[in-house]
């Protein structure tokens, strides 16, 4: 089915630990994005990508990078993870007004 | 200032009862977009319904409907005729700039009670 997959879909990782979550969709859409969604705060925009090859920081980057390799992929990268950086991460795509969000990834830093 | 405000953190209706869920927001810019989503428990983010800052005609999309009052910026989401599978949550969210930066609110649970 067409539409953006996350990948992994939990993970634990230990303070100081990296690690990449992985996005991918298959709809042909240029622009791009990762949110993390905590209680009380809604979704928090990290960082989108309005093309290949173009990433722009949103609202709450510090502590994240991004990678758009290709149209398809959009990853986000912890190189140190932090216990402020355990949250529920989506990624979504968007053509014209609407969003496609992936299943979510939840992210436990100890 | 926050730029979508969901005053309701949480809220209960009876089943085949209709629910108006709030949603106001701040924007300077002439052109915008106005969403919801809908998040079950299982936690993907379903799109619902999506209207322009242009529209004269509130937007509806089977049981959903958009109360947009462009004076009082507000779009409400209001549903129709709840069913238990309405139980999740809900969250408004505004497309604004020439970036289309999207923002989100902090969403409103709706419980719906047979």
Known sequence: ?110 | AQKITQTQPGMFVQEKEAVTLDCTYDTSDQSYGLFWYKQPSSGEMIFLIYQGSYDEQNATEGRYSLNFQKARKSANLVISASQLGDSAMYFCAMREGLRNQFYFGTGTSLTVIP
């Open chain 1, 1 to 110: 089915n067409a539409g953006v997959t996350q990948t992994p879909k939990f993970q634990v990782l230990k303070t100081g630990q990296s690690m990449t979550l992985q996005c991918a969709q298959d709809m042909n859409h240029n622009s791009m994005y990762w949110y993390r969604q905590d209680p009380g705060m809604g979704l928090r925009l990290i960082y989108y990508s309005a093309s290949e090859g173009t990433t722009d920081k949103g609202e709450v980057p510090n502590g994240y990078n991004v990678s758009r390799l290709n149209k398809r992929e959009f990853s986000l990268r912890l190189e140190s993870a932090a216990p402020s950086q355990t949250s529920v991460y989506f990624c979504a795509s968007k053509q014209n007004y609407g969003y496609t969000f992936g299943s979510g990834t939840r992210l436990t830093v100890v």
